[in-house]
């Protein structure tokens, strides 16, 4: 397999695996905060958090909720629809900048 002309098997697989997004047909959000579930390793500035809602159109459901980025996602993410959890698998990918998303 050849992604952007470059032969998969020749990139070791931690490399591989941190270039993929994945969009899985029936997320699970982390149960914590949307902050969290966007960038778990708290890599992104608020900013950049927030330009990400509006790109996967979240941005005023967020800001409907009490709390903003610091709203509460519980286990599950049942206080969320599962378009929007399947939106935040989306913007986690696009804060990563992943190359190649699978959905």
């Not at 599950?76 to 992943?98: I, K, Y």
């Amino acid at each position: 397999i050849v992604v952007d002309g470059i032969d998969i098997s020749t990139v070791g697989l931690h490399d591989l695996r941190s270039r993929f997004g994945v969009i899985p047909q029936d997320p699970t959000p982390f149960n914590g905060t949307v902050r969290y579930n966007l960038d778990p390793l708290c890599q992104h500035t608020d900013k950049e958090i927030w330009e990400v809602l509006g790109k996967c159109q979240l941005k005023e459901a967020v800001q409907d909720k009490t709390g903003g980025l610091d709203s509460i996602v519980v286990e599950d993410g049942t206080n969320w629809s599962m378009g929007q959890r399947l939106l935040f698998c989306l913007g986690r990918a696009l804060l990563r900048r992943s190359k190649i998303l699978v959905l």
